[in-house]
């Protein structure tokens, strides 16, 4: 189960996992950012973003959406997408989540969208996929899957800005018969959200 | 330094970085994949592919390249590319990498490939970029930073696979007056390179 879109990890390192004793936070010798490094074993722990995979399953002009069973976002409504795996390709991970959470069969088509998620340490990377078949289902993380016609979607109980930005691309290139790639940042500044398209 | 390709992390961890106690590798309930868990305070720490990002840079039709003066792959050359930090977007850790590896300014530019390199569990995103004037130089994990038509590029001593597919496909595009992004798996199986195209 992809564990969606919840931190993964714990934002603050107390102790060495090679070694178990103390790390401090430090710049390194040589480096330019402050790194967790072990007081005794000189353990350096880097922090790096990670990448939720993403697909926008069509069949016949509808999009398969499901509604999220857990936070964050409970009850909203999302794409397939969850956290890459290691060992994985960031296509098969898109394909994997379809599976895990719709119970859905796909093919992952072309890029739609890389948004860097910067606060939280994310980079959200969604692909065009085709439902293989309407054999799908709703997985342990959903609490509904459906397919939308572009004028039914819940705009307003969309789960993630991220998902947001790419279900309007996708639907701006399908009506213009292209399939571009998009890019967008999602930030906090000041506190308040600030969007960057690239 | 973007410390690039190096493996950036304990491939095993023997300790909770929250509470250093013992973890042990376990499936944890609803989950599918074996992660490390704690045995004391049972914090799950997952692991999960990073992303190297990197740019290629052009200036009047010539190609900046990289001699790396780091391990792995010392000596040989490849593009201004290493780890993204967390805070950063994907394009701004490629533009600061060639700042940081060639002490270039650079324009990011379209994205030129994706490549997943499956058993070092990392992403490659490559971009096509501008240099915005020709003072750069050699930063300290250069040995050497040069300016090479496409006739010049010495494909037998580039640093990386994910890197020979970028330039490859660049240059094509740049010949055909497109610009593609390009999708490739780089894997080993039964001890020998696959490589997919996607």
């Keep these: 189960m992809g564990a969606s879109f919840r931190l993964r990890y714990p934002l603050v390192m107390k102790f060495c996992s090679t070694c178990g004793h103390p790390v401090i936070s430090k710049i390194p010798e040589g480096d330019h950012l402050p790194r967790f490094v072990c007081t005794a074993c000189n353990t350096i722990h880097y922090e790096n973003p990670r990448i939720i995979a993403g697909c926008i399953p069509e069949w016949e002009g509808k999009l398969l959406l499901c509604r999220r069973a857990i936070e964050p976002r409970r009850g909203y409504w999302t794409i397939p997408a969850g956290f890459m795996e290691n060992g994985e390709a960031v296509q098969d991970a ?92 999602i930030d906090y500044v000041d506190g308040k959200i600030v969007l960057r398209d690239r």
């Design 94 to 185: 898109a394909a994997r989540e379809a599976q895990e959470e719709a119970l859905a069969d796909v093919e992952i088509g072309s890029l739609a969208a890389i948004v860097n998620v910067i606060r939280a340490h994310q980079v959200h990377i969604m692909f065009r996929a085709r439902l293989k078949n309407t054999n799908f289902g709703v997985g342990p993380e959903s609490l509904e899957v459906g397919m939308y016609d572009e004028a039914d979607i819940p705009w307003s109980e969309i789960a993630f800005l991220s998902v947001d930005f790419a279900l309007r691309r996708y639907l701006e290139d399908r009506r213009a018969g292209r399939e571009d790639a998009h890019f967008r940042d």
